[in-house]
């Protein structure tokens, strides 16, 4: 599996991105996408889980993103989207994809900068 993020960029705080990860691959025309999730890397700390949705739709954020950031997917598009609404200068950091596909596949990553 092939994930392809995009969406990131340079904004100032209060404002909004959105990411987008395309997955691709000839395994995809046999298996369905479970879960899907954001993670992002912030300067000087370890990898974090920023949101996930599965299959089904359910959804999970960390407490941080909560009520600021929506997850979402587009199940015939292989696609999963992060709404990033209210950016904070600490949101900064490199956003990853990642999909279970039978096992996991990370992105390339995605850098996310938010200005005081």
């Known amino acids: 599996v092939q994930l392809q993020a995009s969406g990131g960029g340079l904004v100032q705080a209060g404002g909004s991105l959105r990411l987008s990860c395309a997955a691709s691959?000839?395994?995809?025309?046999?298996?369905?996408?479970?879960?899907m999730n954001w993670y992002r890397e912030a300067p000087g700390k370890r990898r974090e889980l920023v949101a996930g949705?599965?299959?089904?739709?359910?959804?999970n954020y960390a407490d941080s993103v909560k009520g600021r950031f929506t997850i979402s997917r587009d199940n015939a598009k292989n696609t999963v989207y992060l709404q990033m609404n209210s950016l904070k200068p600490e949101d900064t950091g490199v956003y990853y994809c990642?999909?279970?596909?039978?096992?996991?596949?990370w992105g390339q990553g995605t850098l996310v900068t938010v200005s005081s």
């Open positions: 990642n999909v279970f596909v039978r096992r996991q596949y």
């Open positions: 691959g000839s395994i995809l025309s046999i298996f369905s996408i479970n879960a």
């Open positions: 949705i599965t299959s089904s739709g359910s959804t």
